[in-house]
Every structure is written in structure tokens, then in C-alpha cells.
């Protein structure tokens, strides 16, 4: 029994010794990461303790699970959401954090496993609650050489980390999937818009144009495009650069946002290089025609009021006075 009892304690201190010997996770040029400590904050909004001896000396991009956590493993094609502190490669002092901020977001796709492969995989496959070390050197400028002076010979110094980062991951959830664009919808679809008081009406004042959005009504899910006058010059093409005077408002609250009738000059530009709603609907129009498009918020600025654009579902009158 007493042998048993030993051999059973002696298979069990094998184990946990096997366990605590695990091996961190590493990517890259990880081995000056080694000699990082880190002490957690209180919670997710304080900032860690983290020492290392200076100077830490990255010349290559490396990254290090310093702290698994216990939550869920990330994947592929997650936004992946973490706080973030830094510190001198040279002295070891913070730099700056983000604890008492919002969390930042990294969205795990392929563009990014081939912009910044070392953050890429070595979040992938660790879990949420990890506390992570990241080094990635920014390659030196070279000094100008005096004028009159050729290049100099001498061989460049190799690009060094000036900080380390620590990033504690905090949370991890799939990308949602990126909805397709509207269509433009056919000409049946926007005859029974008008017919029931659908769609924007234009009154022409003073050869200004006046847009009244609908009472009540919701903006078209697709594109809708209304003929006010059927013009009879060179027809459209994706590629053609047109001189137009437009006004554009939002569904929303029908106000004006931009007019090159109130600048008192038409407006010069390529239909390839403008939104798409803008695109689709004036290709196949032809110079002297007035239009109106109904345009949802795919096809023009989005949604995200911190691109500075007028947002959601938007309405201009074109009226095409030539093209090229």
C-alpha cells in the first residue's frame, strides 16, 4: 500500500511539473521578450506593472503570450478587442496606456495576417484574458547626405524596437458578415414608388432646385432614379467626366448639405471616382437630362458619422450639362 501511495504521488508531481514546464506560446523574434514580468492591474482599467531588463534589444518582430487567459480561444476572422500599455525599450519606462480607455479592436483577416503576421498569430489560437508582448522594429531613416556629397558607404544600422508593447486581450467576437450593396431597382419598381407618394418631389424656383422628402414614408432600400427631363445628348458611360449642377439632401431631415447651384458654379468629375450611387445611377443618362437619385446608405457615405459625411440615405438632383 505504502508503495503504491508513492508511486501514485510520484506520477501526480510528474504531472504538475510537466504542466508548470508548458512552454509560452512565441512568434517571431520572441527572445527578447524573456526577461519581461508582469504584474496585473486590479482590472481591465488599470494598467499593469512590467519590468524587463533595459535595454531590450528587438532588431526582428516578435510576440509573446506572457499570460494565458482562461476565456474563450480566438479564430480567424474575429474583432478582437484589448487595452494596450508601452514601454522604452532603452529604460523600461511606460511610455502611455489605454486602461482607462475603451477597448481597441483588431479585426483578424487575412489582410492583416499578411500586413502584421507576429500580432496575427499570436493572437490566434490563444484565449480571451491573455496578456501579450509585441516588438516590431521601425526600420531607421537614413540622415540626408550633405549637398554635393554622394551616399555613404558605410552599412546601415539595423532597425531596433523603441517600445514594447502589452496588450491584455479583453473580449473577441466575429466580424459580422459585410452586407451587400443595394441594387438599383427597375424602372416598374420606381413607377409604383411615385405612384404612392414614395419618393422626393422637385420644384424649380429661380432655376433652383427645392427637394421635398416625403411625410412618413421610408427611404427606398435600393437605388431609385427619376427622370425629371429627358436630355438628348452624348449618353453616359462609367468612364465619362461630367460637368454638372447638383443639390443633395438627406432623407432623413431634407436638409441641403451641398449645392453647386448655391456656389452659382457646376461641378467637374469622373463617374469612376465618385460613390457609387452616383455612379450607377447617372451611367446610360444623357447630357441635358435632370435627374433624381434616391440613393440608401450603402451606395453613398455610410452610416458612421466620424467620417465627417453626410450620413444615411441621401438625395441629389443632377442636372448634366455635358460630358467628355
Not at 522594429?137 to 517600445?163: H, Y
Not at 436638409?255 to 445611377?281: H, K, M
Amino acid at each position: 500500500m505504502r508503495k503504491l501511495l508513492s508511486l501514485v504521488l510520484a506520477m501526480a508531481l510528474l504531472v504538475l511539473t510537466a504542466c508548470g514546464a508548458a512552454t509560452p506560446k512565441t512568434v517571431g523574434e520572441a527572445a527578447p521578450l524573456d526577461s519581461i514580468e508582469l504584474t496585473p492591474g486590479a482590472d481591465d482599467n488599470t494598467a499593469p506593472t512590467v519590468t524587463f531588463d533595459a535595454p531590450l534589444n528587438a532588431t526582428a518582430a516578435g510576440a509573446k503570450v506572457l499570460e494565458e487567459g482562461d476565456g474563450a480561444e480566438i479564430k480567424a476572422n474575429q474583432n478582437v478587442s484589448y487595452k494596450l500599455a508601452g514601454y522604452n525599450t532603452e529604460d523600461g519606462k511606460e511610455v502611455g496606456n489605454i486602461f482607462a480607455s475603451e477597448p481597441q479592436i483588431l479585426s483578424l483577416t487575412e489582410d492583416m495576417k499578411k500586413a502584421d503576421p507576429e500580432i496575427y498569430n499570436i493572437l490566434l489560437g490563444s484565449k480571451v484574458g491573455s496578456w501579450v508582448a509585441y516588438v516590431r522594429p521601425t526600420p531607421a531613416t537614413p540622415d540626408a547626405a550633405p549637398e554635393g556629397e554622394g551616399k555613404s558607404t558605410a552599412p546601415a544600422e539595423p532597425a531596433k524596437a523603441s517600445e514594447v508593447l502589452i496588450l491584455k486581450i479583453v473580449g473577441a467576437e466575429d466580424i459580422p458578415p459585410t452586407p451587400e450593396p443595394a441594387r438599383m431597382l427597375e424602372k416598374a419598381e420606381v413607377d409604383k414608388l411615385e405612384a404612392d407618394g414614395a419618393l422626393p418631389t422637385v420644384k424649380f424656383t429661380e432655376g433652383k432646385p427645392a427637394i421635398t422628402i416625403p411625410e412618413g414614408k421610408e427611404a427606398p432600400e435600393g437605388l431609385a432614379v427619376q427622370v425629371l427631363k429627358q436630355g438628348d445628348g452624348k449618353t453616359l458611360t462609367e468612364e465619362s467626366t461630367i460637368t454638372a449642377d447638383y443639390a443633395g439632401v438627406r432623407w432623413e431631415d431634407g436638409e441641403v448639405f451641398d449645392s453647386s447651384y448655391d456656389r452659382g458654379e457646376a461641378a467637374s468629375f469622373s463617374l469612376n471616382e465618385v460613390i457609387p450611387g452616383w455612379t450607377q445611377g447617372l451611367t446610360g443618362q444623357k447630357v441635358g437630362s435632370q435627374v433624381v437619385l434616391s440613393i440608401p446608405s450603402s451606395l453613398a457615405y455610410g452610416d458612421d458619422p466620424a467620417t465627417g459625411r453626410p450620413t444615411g440615405p441621401l438625395v441629389f438632383v443632377v442636372d448634366i450639362k455635358s460630358a467628355k
